[in-house]
């Protein structure tokens, strides 16, 4: 898994947007996870999770804080921009991962297909460094960054199923 754009960010990926008052709607940033049609619902879920854990590394001021229930356990924060799982063919992502690593204000998390299929992650780093970025294919790709930018980006793209 690769992350991009990880030093080129506006002002907008910061902790001071964070807005727990506001609908997912409403926050300043949006979050997509965009998975292969076509993988299997397991690699399609591996593939989401992946991409979550690479942006809650990156950016963990997009999880809100902890909360307690009536009983007074815990609950780990979750995003407060909440994050929509959307589903494009192979070619649609190759693109978007194209167009989205060309904004300095969005950061791109992507998945190509040797993360799924290597089960060594040193392996899978020798296979990425191989292959021309042109030649890889993408299981997904994950995108934060300012709400408009985003939704331009990914248009109608139709949410996973």
Partial sequence: MTAHNDTAYSGSLHDDVARTDLSTR?????????????LPAGRAVNAAACMAAAVGRALPHLLGGDGRDGS??????????????????????????EKATAKDDVFV?????PAQTSRIYDEYLDLLAG??????????????GPRNRISKLVGKLPLLR
């Fill in 26 to 38: 409403q926050a300043p940033l949006k979050w997509v996870v965009v998975i292969d049609e076509d």
């Fill in 109 to 113: 998390v992507d998945m190509p297909e």
């Fill in 72 to 97: 007074g356990h815990v609950h780990p924060g979750l995003p407060w921009a909440g994050c929509s799982v959307l589903a494009a063919d192979a070619a649609t992502l190759h693109s978007l991962r």
């Fill in 131 to 144: 292959t021309k970025h042109e030649d890889l294919t993408y299981h997904a790709v994950g995108l934060v």
